[in-house]
């Protein structure tokens, strides 16, 4: 989640500054920006894990631009097979976690932060959408089950590769935002049956292992409460060779005139904006998060003005 701050200059398209980093398991990585024991009828997921990343599935050449409730019985017959992440007995601890780091607020707070996101980042999104396009192409008959972590309003559903086998999950810690990413499904012609909204966040993650085809993330890792955690739950549910689509907001670089203003800024976004860091270092978090290989790049908006420079990429488990 962010608060958009938005420039008077017009809208242009993002530049492209840095290319990416390959990695391999056992090395450092190069180019750095900067059990769950399931319960028993649930414990099997999907054994086909012959799909592994090759440097086609990365795309080289890509281009891109940045009531509460809780499923029990329902969880197990979802379209996902879901279950606790950090617990071996409950399907309530991710709840717990849930209730931990984003405690339970008024529902006209929760309700006004969402309304006041799927209105407010529309030029945003208007900036964004062909690098978005290329990003999410990755996808299209690569995968059939994806989760996306914050979902928010869902302005992302417009980019998957719609059909009746394309099954979407999407994790967000405020309810508010599952009317709104319901419409934004429906409006891009998801399959009602095919979409599922879960109130939970990414620290915990309510899907068994090896579970999901692809995870995608769009400003999510800058506000929330453990990075590494979030990615490590990632890299859980991912089944061996799948994707991971980000795009992330990050800190300037040191020293510079954007990195100090973004410093004297962040107590004050952390407070208005769900959480949301100005000064992360995500780009580091996920190259030290130790997928099999990455590619990660940076590019500027420019109608964003302390919500810059932005990394976006694909990382393969």
Known sequence: MILYYSSRSPLSSLVTLTACAQLSPNKTPCGKVGKVTPPSDLSRVDPDVSNRCSSESLAPGLSCSCGRRIFIKAAATSLLPIFPANSSDSLLDYTAMLKKIHPPRPDWYEEFYASVLDTSMKSYEAEIAGYKSELFANLRGKARKVLEIGIG???NLRYYDVDDVVQVFGV???SKMEKY??????????????????QAVGEALPLA????????????LCSV????????????VLKPGGLYLFVEHVAAKE?????????????LQQTLADGCHLTRETGKHISDAGFSSLKLSMAFLSSASLINPHIYGIACK
Do not use: H, M, Y
């Open 153 to 155: 309003t869902g302005p």
């Open 172 to 174: 967000d810690p405020n």
């Open 181 to 198: 990413a319901t419409a934004a499904a429906v409006e891009a012609g998801l399959p009602v049956p095919n979409f599922k909204f879960i």
């Open 209 to 220: 292992d090896a579970s999901v085809d692809a995870i995608v993330g769009t400003l999510v």
């Open 225 to 236: 409460k453990d990075v590494d955690l979030t990615l490590k739950e990632v890299k859980r």
């Open 255 to 267: 020293g510079t005139t954007l990195r100090f203003i973004q410093s004297i800024f962040d107590p």
